[in-house]
């Protein structure tokens, strides 16, 4: 059987295994092939695990004893915050230079029980705090359709493996848009789950009341059979919801959708041009879909960057020197911390620290933070108004396609803006998916471009199920 990684999918693969067409080896392999020979220029990956051969040895023992499953030798790559005993899991920062996991996070784990095949840990955004894989301290990646073009990000690294056939399937984590924005800058499918669906457990925290583990994959069904196996209550994490909890009757043959009004004025002409086609391609489909006033969600971005900067001058204080992470020692216990964090982490983690510590200092927090946490509330309630009437919200994934290296970075506020439809879904909790929509011409580059479905919590299985019926139109 020939195998060509280009279109290949989890249940193709997981066929041609069962059937003996391939091997494990083999198909690993193959993926390895890949990374030779694009990670140099790509800069997808910053290491790769160590223990390769033995996972391929075990994941093949599997078919031969008959216990493998639909993941059982499919090749994955790991973002780098997430940890897998034994492995590098730096968050792309110094701060985590060379640090080896001491536990195995909780989904890694249960896709080991499956017998994945991790290949190794994927560039990221320095503790997933950029939307271009620009801020990561061991160099940016690059957009595998054009070289001279970001990711997205801040799982950056993750979409661009499964884009340049580095890995047949990715895990990210999603803050205001890290899995579905590279997602659909890349030109794949990324899920971000409802809040506590998934456990947190060994994720290098960025902004715990937002941070969801999520898949990268070719396709939704791919992305369904990846979360169902990761998805699940956890005793390590206590945010994580009852198995009884979860919606798992989907049996429409079509959905209400709700487009906001007037919140796609700022999407770039080509993009608008694209998502239009595509929902007209919805509406023939027997779908119906209306545009519908949410003026809260206009809030989403300013309320994330208040909410979001908190947590991480939170979650970024263990690293001081003395506890976690790389030490500069100083003059005085105060230089040492200086100085760790000062040569530690990079410009955009410094920026959003100080901006959050800010927000949450005496005299500011009721101006900003408390603010910001009455408006999530609002847009929470708003959106359970749509619900009663629609499934899904739905948006272009992003304003624009990929940008070239440089063009926002100098402009965080250029760089924010590119969140401003994903930042609702991790704000209010629900469940939302990128998936490709079409092309833009950008330079002679056809660029990919995503279209997000949002939809209620703890309905991630309607969500999987309007991006498949929406990608076999």
């Known amino acids: 059987m020939s195998i060509t990684l280009q279109t290949l999918t989890i249940t193709e693969a997981h066929k041609a295994l069962l059937a003996g067409d391939i091997t494990v080896r083999a198909l690993v392999d193959m993926y390895l092939a890949v990374i030779e020979e694009k990670n140099e220029e790509l800069n997808v990956y910053l290491t790769l695990h160590t223990d390769i051969d033995d996972q391929v040895e075990r994941a093949q023992q599997m078919f031969t004893n008959g216990t493998a499953t639909e993941l059982t030798g499919i090749p994955c790559a790991l973002k780098a915050n997430l940890m897998r005993k034994g492995q590098v899991a730096n968050a792309s920062s110094r701060i985590l230079e060379n640090y080896q996991a001491t536990y195995t996070a909780t989904v890694v784990q249960k896709l080991e029980d499956q017998g994945v095949v991790f290949l190794g840990a994927t560039n990221m955004d320095e503790f997933a705090m950029g939307s271009s894989t620009e801020n990561s301290a061991y160099g940016a990646t690059k957009n595998p359709h054009d070289v001279t073009r970001v990711p997205g990000g801040s799982s950056g690294g993750s979409a661009a493996a499964v884009s340049a056939d580095m890995a047949l399937c990715a895990l990210g984590t999603d803050t205001g848009g890290s899995i579905r924005q ?93 998502f239009n086609t595509a929902v007209l391609k919805l509406e023939q489909a027997g779908h119906s879909i209306n545009r519908v006033p949410m003026p809260s969600l206009t809030y989403g971005l300013p309320v994330y960057y208040v909410v979001m900067p908190a947590e991480v001058s939170s979650n970024l204080a263990r690293y001081d020197g003395i506890r976690y992470g790389k030490q500069v020692l100083g003059d005085t216990l105060l230089d040492t911390y200086v100085k760790t964090k000062s040569q530690g982490f990079g410009a955009e983690s410094k920026r959003r620290i100080m901006l959050g510590t800010y927000v949450l200092s005496a005299g500011y927090a009721d101006k900003f933070y408390t603010q910001a946490l009455a408006l999530k509330e609002k847009m929470k309630q708003d959106l359970e108004e749509v619900y009663k009437t629609y499934d899904f919200v739905l948006t272009p994934t992003t304003p624009t396609a990929a940008f070239k290296f440089g063009e926002k970075s100098s402009d965080p506020l250029q760089m924010y803006l590119e969140d401003i439809f994903t930042v609702s879904a991790n704000i209010v909790g629900v469940p939302a998916i990128s998936v490709p929509m079409g092309t833009v011409n950008l330079d002679g580059s056809d660029m990919p471009v995503g279209m997000q479905f949002m939809g209620r919590h703890s309905e991630d299985l309607a969500v999987l199920d309007i991006a498949e019926k929406f990608e076999n139109l």
């Open 182 to 274: 590279p997602a659909a800058l890349c030109g794949n499918v990324g899920l971000k789950t409802t809040y506590g669906g998934v456990s947190r457990y060994g994720a290098i925290a960025m902004g715990s009341s937002l941070d969801q583990i999520g898949p990268f994959a070719k396709n939704a069904v791919d992305a369904r059979i990846i979360w169902n196996a990761i998805r699940g209550q956890d005793e390590h994490d206590m945010t994580t919801i009852s198995n009884d909890y979860w919606d798992t009757t989907v049996n429409k043959d079509v959905y209400s959708i709700a487009i906001p009004e007037g919140f796609l004025d700022g999407v770039e002409p080509a993009v608008l041009e694209v």
